[in-house]
């Protein structure tokens, strides 16, 4: 424990007055956390089946559009399709490349598109690249195909695929050198929307096995909130609240954790302001954390207050207004909603609150084993992008009034067949009584539009539904 002492700066009958106090920073808390572990222990990675079937429906696709490849280096798509991140191949000068084709077979008189799998590899890693855990099909073998170094990697890989057509998908985080060594080799990275777009939606639209690791993985998360805002102390800095959560993160099972927290007035800059500032009486504190289960991302930000927190009753009021928009936002994402419209209903509560061109951001963005990733909740007439079943998304609005306050809450969601919050009498979906809190329903007589207007039978369910879901207030998180 470490003891902190501050002198805080407010006023007294419109005079400023400085006051030094000693708060207990409470940064040392060796197993505190540790009754998080078991929320997710029962939770095993994508099992290799789930690849086999990833493969498939890539095979397919590619034959759909007329695609003879898809190539990928090892990052979050070579994840997906074939359990190749950047922690076993960290990617270098020297190209080692995911390729899935599409093989057509007719049995029966019936067509069958199967996928091949094929690793290019440096010749001196190839030993490396053989104990890879590329899932494949029993009947299928992963094909390896070495380069020297005295050859040209991409001009190996085309002599050696003999391809129909020379059209072919690249991930689309490939980095631009082997972007532009495969077109030098004479591949034709196609990237029209409806070459690509097909390949995106395999990814956009999550499994009950992604289901659940974002489910839990995001459950978590907020529980750790919870534990470490019941150890803060007025006083504390943010670089101490941050070792807590971190910590808290940690001893949850998650791993790549990472958190943001902002103390008072430094958290109108969304990304951070680089100080590490002490929080005050009268100050609330915004996380914004997450981590990943066994490669699934969690993304949660709560603004918070303290038991012995005094917050001015204008910073309350706009708490509440960007709980509202929260709402408002996942009151209306639904199957065939255009994700622009989402944002803009968030956006148009925090408007009517005369905070419009405070909320300097897009609503909120896709969710798996990346933490941003498409599809996107922003306006723009460009953004054609509509929701689907088994889409997953942050909800994130905010309001960002520099040299005074900031404040921003973010749950994740998806968009399922079963049901919405709200449809049912859950407990976690009732307003507590409190008149000190906002509702957790939104009269829909209050939207912009009827969410009645687009039909559909997937509505949005919180990630964090299991432990309580939507913030309450700045208390309780």
């Not at 029962?42 to 559009?65: D, G, K």
């Not at 489910?215 to 978590?220: I, P, R, S």
């Not at 907020?222 to 470490?228: F, Q, T, Y």
């Not at 979906?429 to 559909?456: C, E, M, Q």
């Amino acid at each position: 424990m470490t003891l902190v002492y501050v002198r805080i700066i407010g006023t007294r009958d419109d005079l400023p007055y400085f006051q030094t106090r000693r708060y207990l920073a409470r940064t040392s808390h060796p197993g505190a956390f540790l009754h998080l572990n078991a929320h997710c222990s029962h939770l095993s990675p994508i099992p290799a089946a789930e690849y086999l079937t990833r493969q498939t429906h890539l095979a397919e696709t590619l034959h759909a559009v007329n695609a003879s490849a898809y190539i990928a280096e090892p990052g979050s798509n070579a994840f997906y399709f074939g359990n190749l991140s950047t922690s076993t191949w960290h990617p270098s000068e020297r190209p080692l490349l995911l390729v899935v084709t599409p093989r057509v077979k007719y049995t029966g008189g019936n067509l069958a598109i199967q996928p091949v799998v094929t690793i290019l590899t440096p010749r001196f890693e190839a030993r490396r690249a053989n104990l890879l855990h590329v899932p494949v099909s029993p009947s299928s073998d992963i094909r390896f195909i070495e380069w020297a170094e005295h050859e040209n990697p991409y001009t190996v890989l085309k002599q050696s695929l003999n391809l129909s057509h020379s059209n072919i998908i690249a991930d689309e985080y490939m980095r631009y050198f082997v972007a532009r060594g495969l077109s030098s080799a004479g591949f034709n990275i196609v990237s029209a929307p409806a070459h690509t777009q097909p390949i995106l939606a395999l990814r956009e639209r999550k499994s009950s096995a992604e289901l659940a690791l974002l489910t839990c993985a995001n459950e978590v998360t907020l529980l750790a909130l919870r534990a470490v805002q019941q150890r803060m102390s007025i006083g504390m800095r943010e670089s101490d609240a941050h070792e807590l959560i971190l910590s808290a993160l940690t001893a949850a099972g998650l791993s790549d954790v990472s958190a943001l927290v902002l103390f008072g007035e430094n958290a109108a800059l969304p990304h951070g302001s680089g100080t590490d500032r002490v929080l005050g009486v009268h100050e609330m504190a915004l996380f914004d954390i997450g981590g990943k289960l066994h490669g699934y991302t969690s993304d949660l930000t709560r603004t918070i207050a303290l038991p012995g927190s005094q917050i001015p009753p204008s910073h309350l009021a706009l708490w509440y207004t960007v709980q509202r928009a929260q709402i408002a936002a996942h009151t209306v994402a639904r199957e065939g909603v255009l994700t622009r419209s989402v944002d803009a209903v968030a956006r148009a509560v925090i408007e009517d609150s005369g905070n419009g061109k405070f909320f300097t951001h897009r609503l909120g963005h896709g969710i798996g084993l990346d933490g941003h990733e498409s599809p996107y909740l922003r306006g723009g007439i460009d953004n054609d992008a509509v929701i689907a079943i088994n889409n997953t998304f942050s909800n994130e609005p905010g309001i960002y009034r520099e040299g005074e306050v900031g404040i921003r809450l973010e749950d994740c969601f998806a968009v399922l067949l079963d049901g919405s919050d709200g449809d049912d009498d859950d407990d976690d979906d009732k307003d507590d009584g409190d008149p000190s809190t906002s509702p957790l329903r939104l009269s829909t007589s209050t939207l912009p539009w009827p969410i009645s207007s687009v039909p559909s039978q997937g509505r949005a369910r919180l990630l964090t539904r299991g432990v309580g879901g939507f913030a309450r207030s700045p208390w309780l998180p």
